[in-house]
C-alpha cells in the first residue's frame, strides 16, 4: 500500500487516539473555545505527550469540521473530522452503545447494529490513514482504547515499518462476554495488527490471550501471540496512573490550599466531607453510592448536621439514551435525599453537574475527608489516585469498589462490594468514623503506591517492552 506523507507534519512519536486533549466548542454567545476533554484517557496521555514531543492524533469533538493541525504546549495536535452521521454511529453508537457496555460486563444492554459497525470500520480506517500519512520513518505509534481497535491492523498493512503499541483503558470482558459480539474476529484481528497490546489488568491479558487461543488460527505462548504471516504480537498489563507529583504540587499552592478551605467554610464546616467524582456513566456506580448514603442519613447512622456528601459528576455521552435516562435518576435521587434529610440552610448532598477545572477539582480533593468510588465495573479509575495524589499526609479515607482496576494496587482501600448496599453503608460509616491512626496506616501505604508508580512509570514500561519487541517483517 502507498501512503502519501503529510509535508506539513512528521512525527517520530505519535498518539492515535479517539478524542484530542482539547475538544472544540462553540459558546453561547457564538465564539469559538477550547477547552480540556473529559475523561481519564487524556488526563493519563497529555503529561506523557508534553514529555515525548510528538503528534497527536484525534477527534476535536466538534462534527463536521476539517482543520488544519496546529501547536499545543509542543503537542502537534492533527484533529481527524467526523461528520453528524458519524458520531451518530460511530462515537455515540458502536463504540459508547455497543462497546462500551459490552466491555464494562454488560451492566447495561449492548445495542447491535450493523450499519453502526460500518461507520466503525470506516472511521477507523480514516485513523489509521491519517496516522499513516503524519509518522516518520520507523516511527512509534500508539494506538489508545476501545474506539480505534482496528486501527493498529489497517496501520501495520499501510505502514509495516512502524512499531505499534495499544492501550485498552477499559476492560476487556470474559470470552463468553465478549463472544456476543458479531464482529468478534475483525477486532480480535485489528488488535493483533500490534506489536505490543497494554491492558490495565492481568486479569484482561489473560481473557484476550483465551480468546485469541480459542477462537483464531494464531499461536499462542505465554503473552506471545504469532500470526500465520509471522507477525509477532505480545498482550501484557501495564495499570496506567497519573502525574502523580504534578496533582500533589497543584494542590499545595496557596490558590488551591486557601480554595479548599474556603469549600469547607461554604459547606458549612462539616465533621465529614464525603466525595464523589466521576463523568455521569452508569458504569460508575453513582446510584448505589448516593442510596447508602442516603439511607445512612435516614437511619440516623449519619448526622446530616454533621457530614455532607458533594457529588461531581461531568456531562458524558449525553446524546446515548442510556446516559440521558441515568441523569434523570441521579436528579431524582438526589431530590429525594434531600427533600426527606435537608433542613433550612443545610442539605446533606450537594450535586454538581458540571465540569471543573483542576484546580478546582485539587482543591475538593484536599478538603475532602472520605472519597467514594464505587464503580460497577471500571478499566482503572483515575480519581481513586488523583484524591491519594492530593493528600497533605497521612489522612483521609478512601472507599473503593472491588470492580475497579485500581482496587488490584491500592489494596490498602477501604473495600466495597458495589452491588452490596449494606456493605457500602457500613463501610462510609467505618471510613467516616475510623481512628486517626487506621486511617494514616492505610494512606501511608496508598501514597506510597501511588507516588511509586506514576504515569510516566507507566510510560516508561509500555514503550520500553514496545521498543523491545522486534517482528520478522
Ligand atoms: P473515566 O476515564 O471513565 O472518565 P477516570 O476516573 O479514570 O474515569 O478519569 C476521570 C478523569 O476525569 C479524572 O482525571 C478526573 O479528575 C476527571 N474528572 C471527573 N469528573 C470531573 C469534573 N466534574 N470536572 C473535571 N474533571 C473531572
Ligand atoms: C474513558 C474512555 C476514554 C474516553 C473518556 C471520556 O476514559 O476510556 O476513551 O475518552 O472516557 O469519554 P468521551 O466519550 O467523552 O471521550
Redesign the pocket.
Known amino acids: 500500500a502507498q501512503v502519501e506523507r503529510d509535508t506539513e507534519v512528521s512525527a517520530s512519536f505519535v498518539v492515535v487516539a479517539n478524542r484530542l486533549p482539547v475538544d472544540r466548542v462553540v459558546t453561547d454567545d457564538g465564539s469559538v473555545a477550547w477547552r ?1 476533554s ?7 496521555l497529555e503529561p506523557v505527550m508534553k514529555k515525548n514531543e510528538g503528534a497527536w492524533v484525534g477527534w476535536h469533538g466538534a462534527p463536521d469540521e476539517t482543520l488544519d493541525p496546529f501547536e499545543d504546549g509542543g503537542i502537534t495536535i492533527v484533529p481527524v473530522p467526523l461528520s453528524t452521521n458519524e458520531v451518530a454511529e460511530y462515537y455515540e453508537g458502536f463504540s459508547n452503545a455497543t462497546l462500551w457496555p459490552l466491555y464494562h460486563d454488560v451492566v447495561a444492554p449492548p445495542a447491535f447494529h450493523r450499519e453502526w459497525w460500518d461507520a466503525y470500520v470506516r472511521v477507523n480506517r480514516r485513523f489509521a490513514e491519517r496516522a499513516a500519512q503524519v509518522s516518520d520513518t520507523g516511527a512509534t505509534v500508539w494506538v489508545q482504547d476501545y474506539q480505534l481497535q482496528l486501527v493498529p491492523q489497517m496501520l501495520r498493512e499501510l505502514r509495516p515499518d512502524l512499531r505499534i503499541g495499544f492501550f485498552l ?2 476492560p476487556f470482558p470474559p470470552v463468553e462476554l465478549f463472544q456476543q459480539l458479531p464482529w468478534r474476529r475483525q477486532i480480535s484481528e485489528g488488535l493483533l495488527g500490534a506489536d505490543l497490546i497494554g491492558f490495565q489488568l492481568p486479569g484482561a491479558a489473560q481473557n484476550f490471550l483465551r480468546l485469541v487461543r480459542q477462537r483464531l488460527s494464531v499461536q499462542v505462548r505465554r503473552d506471545r501471540v504469532t500470526l500465520p504471516d509471522g507477525h509477532v504480537a505480545r498482550a501484557k498489563a501495564y495499570p ?1 496512573s ?1 502525574d502523580s507529583r504534578g496533582f500533589h504540587d497543584l494542590a499545595r499552592t496557596p490558590e488551591v490550599t486557601a480554595r479548599s478551605h474556603e469549600i469547607r467554610r461554604d459547606l458549612g464546616s462539616p465533621k465529614v466531607m464525603f466525595l464523589g ?3 455521569l ?1 452508569y ?2 456506580g453513582i446510584k448505589q453510592r448516593l442510596r447508602a448514603f442516603g439511607e445512612l442519613v435516614a437511619e440516623g447512622r449519619l448526622d446530616p448536621d454533621e457530614v455532607v456528601f458533594v457529588q ?3 456531562p ?1 455521552r449525553e446524546r446515548v439514551e442510556e446516559y440521558r435516562h441515568l441523569r434523570d435518576e441521579i436528579d431524582m435521587l438526589v431530590g429525594r435525599i434531600n427533600g426527606e434529610a435537608g433542613r433550612i440552610g443545610r442539605s446533606p448532598l450537594v450535586y ?1 453537574h ?5 484546580e ?2 485539587a482543591a475538593m480533593y484536599s478538603a475532602a475527608d472520605v472519597m467514594v ?1 464505587t ?1 460497577l465495573r ?9 484524591f491519594v495524589a492530593c493528600r497533605d499526609g497521612d489522612n483521609g479515607a478512601l472507599v473503593l469498589s472491588e470492580f475497579a482496576g485500581a482496587a488490584y494496587e491500592l489494596k490498602q482501600a477501604y473495600k466495597i462490594n458495589p452491588y452490596d448496599i449494606n456493605d457500602i453503608k457500613s463501610t462510609l460509616e467505618l471510613a467516616a468514623n475510623d481512628s486517626e491512626a487506621n486511617k494514616a496506616r492505610r494512606m501511608r501505604t496508598l501514597r506510597k503506591q501511588v507516588f511509586d508508580n506514576d504515569i510516566s512509570h507507566w510510560a516508561d514500561s509500555f514503550l520500553s517492552d514496545l521498543d523491545a519487541e522486534v517482528s520478522p517483517e
Request: zero cysteines; proline letters at 7%.
Open positions: 480540556t473529559p475523561g481519564g484517557l487524556v488526563t493519563a483503558h477499559i496506567i497519573i467524582v466521576d463523568r456513566d458504569t460508575k461531581v459528576a461531568t458524558s454538581l458540571a465540569s471543573f477545572p483542576r478546582e477539582m468510588v464503580p471500571d478499566g482503572m479509575n483515575l480519581v481513586a489516585k488523583e
